[in-house]
């Protein structure tokens, strides 16, 4: 049986218990593991409302509600899977260069451990430092980026790490193979005409979110899943895909977008393809009401999970993990 | 013409007035009355956040902007219907036991009346006690739940009577008619691979929310019709079957569900069914946000309304109450 | 190239400066203006909750958001377009007809000076009064109005000018050319059976919400635009048309609405008619949460500003304006 | 013993039950009725902020908490005083001069049957509505008049009645014998120098916020006594009087106040004169958090009833009222 | 050097990790413990609002503000006292006999190993469950008790067991020794005369809210002192004590109370009292704003922390603890 | 007179029109300023909360509420003041250094006009751009600090500029003159003793909240006084100086401190100080309820500026201005 479980909330209400991500067992030896939550309070790379310093607690606090089986999927996740909450890393407000080392030296023995991150943000810079150790472990990575921005803008403001220029600076440090790479859910004003061009002359394959509501989840599933094809995937989500009706607590909201109910199946239906880590950003506590927005983000983990231990139990293997 | 009707809107602004349901004369006499409001603001029996103890009083005050006249069904609820606001039971919260005997005291002479209550919770424990008044009334019923959960666990923490188990218990004491019980919006995550299984070991018939919305509202609806057939039922309504995007007031929401249009396009598809009584339960206003919860909630109690209008218009007479 | 642009957003954070719309110019002087934002803050016009006189400061706010470039219509806004923010009218709170006057007199030289009038309400009672000016310039208009109520009402408590009988008054007044009017989005309860058919009766061509998700957007554009035609056209946009799931921040909110993003198809879809005048009504942000209806009253009036845009790019001269 | 009072917490609990103040009856008839809490919820009246309209809703949901039995005044409020919930008037919102004929015809009445009105309002302006209504029946009358402004300027915009000029209209129309009338609170910044000597001007004895907390409670309460002397009083408490630290809730707030304790002593010290109404005006709920506002107007609505309830146990005869 | 100590703020940044507790290590052993943070998540005994049951984890947040070294009493906290969060107790939501036992057994260890336990609730009625462990470990106590409220009715709609009767509960127990009983703060309405003579009957010495500010702290303080006397004491702290302009996340609020700073000078005059366990309760974070309430309470457990280091550093040795 | 004042109230409503600071002119160049409002919205310099970027748009918009008269000081502002806002400095958030050399270029041109410039921030380490500026100008400055922290650290994770540490560098860079510096209110917990003792290691005058409100205003105020002596001097207000209870709205708040009323009689004592700047920092309004932590700070700035009307009223001359 896997080590590490979530407390029993038949034992513990729900409510009870300092709140780690599920109320898994807080550790950080990454012996016995398969999957990790590893919190990255890091916000100063955003351009406009900031706060997701917060967002680990907060979604971890909304993240009491889960519970250990997945319908759909029909798995019991923690049978097939060891999890932990790892906690926080240290970054350093105010510096992202510091801030990335920081990443860079707090993912590095999780990856070489064979465990998959599941990272909470902070916002989206932090993705860049993120891939940096996934490809210093896995070379070159697919991408699949929910996001309504691009964020291959080339520098606001004389600054080149932001949270609309990591995917530039990604691409441009070799982290990503373009050719496996997709965003999915493009909306909004942008600056300029150039903002989708560049990011497509980057190679970048883009589905806006009228095209993917248009053609149907299922048309863009396979497009996306034959894109990508086998190898190492990171998946990042950066909540302001959702529509800010189901998502209204982050920084850069765009209107007009996908609902909740939409984001889950497309996740869902990304079954079967390698994921070697994956993100959460951009959630802002602060402008949230009732939690929705942090529960969300907290369900979308829940949903990698499954996606981790489905992959477990269908090839009795894990990704980049060498055998126990 | 009908004994009891809101106050109308034309002669004082909806926004005066001691917040009874839609203005409605609060009166506890049920002589001349055909349906009647009643809130059952007990919350004890939940189990993650609680609160629904003001349910009641913010439903009572976002129903202020309801009207008389219902388009889609093209009626004039009030000239078909005398209806009240009986106002609360004076349950006791903390003991579920003596607030369900307070529940089945309180409904009895409503329903021997021949008066269709539809109750405003309050969690969902309350079906069980107002189950038990009806099941005494009218025998075993059907029921039509919307809900995201079975709450058909056997118990919490050693706990028996909660929102959780309230339907397993109803089953278990003969209140139900499980041949004629539909379960419609169940979604999220499990506790384990035996609680869906374990609502269909019961006798419940479940249409999952993926399934719901997959098959589409008019296919479900004539299964749902055609399940429960003739005779009295009891509507339960979990404000919680809706995404939390359009009703976040509550206590255990689960993200990706149906939106409010949805839930009504179902509510007004069970256009001549036989109901017996209603509830609309698990609205936590301590969540809400500038009252889209409770106007959502009132609205559907509109739409109940409109529902017993139409059957007594159609049919010349009510469900289970004698001619006058 | 136009006069008048946006503040570079490259250039200062998007958070700084003093917060026109979209941080426009703040200009008087119609020349060498195409298009101007005025805020109308008035709102005694209400006949439930109230507050809209902070809404154009609240969308003004949410607006440092918006781009200059429109990605579905594929136009750099302010390359065809001068746009500016001509700040408020100054309005007599607690005396509509005092405002009417203010209304006709501020709109007149905007009007008169060729410029298209995007008006930030306020209540939909301000509407009468900009039809005023319009028909003043143009005569009878065409109306495309979103909305859930058809405020053809013919009085409230013996008030005959109110945010629910502006329409009735502007068609009694000849304001509208009704054979070119449609109403898109009405839904909810009513006062009386009489409430519909009376804005038939006054010649206006509805379309329920109902009729109008179900038929699809896109065959309710095909009849609008040809209900609609040639000539000039005001379009009035009440916030409520949407969800409260969406746009909770409204006065007399209708759930089981359209979703935002129903609303932007909709609006894209009206490119190419002439319109000389629009406003965005019903804004309360006392009631909005995370600033999601301002936002999305903000990103309607960005598009609004794109479809003059396109007009001007497409036909190479704006409606209503002589040659410079 | 009295005929009307509250409900008993010990039989129902307090979140039970509709709403009335202090779960009072409902009642109309005036008969055996020694005070009635009123709601006028106009607010046509405000210059800045607005939304007093839901102010009586609020504070009767807040007035829960409140408990028959004085602790300061050691006195069983409801032994010595019938009170009734009379409801609120409906006026017109939007059209104050209809509104005051409303307030007038509402409370002749309530006045003429030697009941003692407590009316929740609603903004400033209503008072002048309550005081021709309260000088019809007993001539000028002492005033005492808690607020942070005088509200005697003598026009906005061309308007002569509204929340701040209200004082100014009733000494011109003789309602209050300014040589015993007071005003406690003043402070903040004004339109111009003669806005306060204007006050004093019309025979107003001032004492603002930094005179009253420097003299002390005591001293001013003795000054007050000292000038109110005998005859019939009218007591008006604008929330704005106590610091927006404790009453956020309200329209025209200034810091720098006086706290909520403050507000009850010197209420408290008021024992033994000769009231013959008191109002509590301009809460907005919009704007207050966690009820802070409204359970503080409540406060002082029970501080009211315990100040005639004193006088009419110490005198064995209630103001105004003949025996019965 | 004391063996647990909080994360050091200057290596991570206090709003990372997971949050115990001023960032305290989380252990449940409690050797080489000196105090214990502990929660109590239980809320089922209130009369009004509820939601107690996330006091802890909002406390916990807010908490991540406070830093080691207390500035008036000038002490470095953590160089004097070891100090761990315990986490919470797995008490069962709405049984509160099954919760009282899970009380006295999670409290028992704690206190047998001479530790003190610092417990954040929930309700007051847990003060009940906690006074049985602590009495049964150094017999009858002496009780400071802040409080608006004397809790020493009888019953409330035939429950013995709640947060208004626990300490009448307690007194008939034998849990307290009512000549070292004190409490602080009483004021608001009353259900009747006989509730503050109730108290006195009991042997409590009480002094109320109005007499505490008026007599002044240090007088107040000078008599709890002389009361108290030596032994062994049981500090606890309604939230409510604290008047809701700066507390307003409670249950059952009272206006017109002591300030912060007036609860502060309190605690801090308690100094060199053999305290041998301490509790705070009643917070309510969903009626919060800002987070003030729980920072307030998070606050006086941090005051709490420094009289026990206080003692701990002038007597070498702490209260009821062996030498190790 | 004076060129710039405000838009007259009397004339426009306060709500409507673009938000400047109380609707002054919007002005750029200096010519004919006496003062000018300017909004740094810097906030990468925290350690804990964020979002003070939002501070001056917050800020400007409460500021509505405020009117040219100043009460107890009796003067007409701008009959004695020509004041414009001169927007925002565009800042580059997330580069601290960028940023300090956009605040000094941005403040020479005013501080050599003669202007006297009130900043709205953003953080506290806007303080050090400021100073540089000023002393630029005047030399070493005195300096008076409100404050509940020294902000006297050496770094925070090694980053030496930050709202915690401007102090340091302040004095370490010459800027202020420690001999007539002054530092008023600190309070709450510290990370160690030499906290304390480092400020007044550097030559700070430290008065502590405790020792403030038990001294007196009157007392504190003639100290201060006293050590200011003549020259110019600079007015740092950090919002957090006030208690959480009136200012919630802010990032690193301590319980238990002065009241608004406190704040604004200290201010009003300062009158006659040769004031050559001031500022108003850290509110962050995602945290603030009903603005009325804006609003405080707001009025804070009114106060700064009727200070400087007073100067030029009483020596008929404006500090480090030549005459016109």
Request: charged share 25%; aromatic share 8%.
């Amino acid at each position: 049986m896997p080590k590490y479980r979530p407390v029993d909330a038949m034992k513990a209400p729900r409510f009870t218990g300092i709140g780690s991500f599920m109320r898994l067992p807080q550790v950080s030896d990454m012996a016995g593991v398969d999957a990790a939550i590893l919190g990255i309070p890091f916000d100063t790379g955003v351009s406009y409302r900031i706060g997701g310093r917060f967002g680990p607690a907060a979604i971890r606090e909304a993240s009491r509600l889960l519970r250990p089986y997945h319908v759909e999927h029909e798995i019991e996740i923690f049978d097939h899977l060891s999890v932990v909450d790892a906690g926080d890393l240290s970054i350093v407000p105010g510096n992202i260069q510091a801030s990335y080392q920081v990443m860079v030296d707090g993912l590095r023995p999780i990856l070489e451990s064979g465990v998959v991150p599941l990272v909470i943000g902070g916002d989206h810079a932090i993705t860049l430092g993120e891939l940096r150790a996934v490809a210093g472990r896995h070379g070159p990575v697919g991408l699949i980026d929910f996001d309504s921005h691009t964020d291959t803008w080339d520098s606001y403001w004389g600054e080149r790490y932001t949270h609309g220029t990591w995917c530039r600076r990604a691409i441009e440090e070799g982290l990503i193979d373009t050719r496996r790479a997709v965003q999915l859910g493009i909306r909004g004003s942008l600056y300029g005409s150039e903002d989708r061009g560049g990011a497509r002359a980057l190679g970048l394959h883009l589905v806006p979110t009228e095209e993917l509501l248009q053609r149907g989840i299922e048309s863009v599933l396979a497009e996306v899943r034959q894109r990508i094809g086998a190898g190492p995937v990171f998946l990042t989500f950066d909540i302001d895909f959702v529509d800010p009706g189901f998502a209204p607590g982050t920084g850069t909201p765009e209107v007009g977008g996908p609902s909740s109910r939409d984001a889950l199946r497309l996740v869902r239906g990304l079954r079967g393809i390698e994921f070697v880590g994956f993100d959460l950003v951009e959630v802002q506590p602060q402008y949230d009401s009732g939690e929705v927005t942090s529960l969300l983000a907290g369900t979308l983990l829940h949903e990698f999970l499954a996606l981790i231990a489905l992959c477990r139990r269908d090839r009795q293997g894990m990704p980049g993990r060498a055998p126990a």
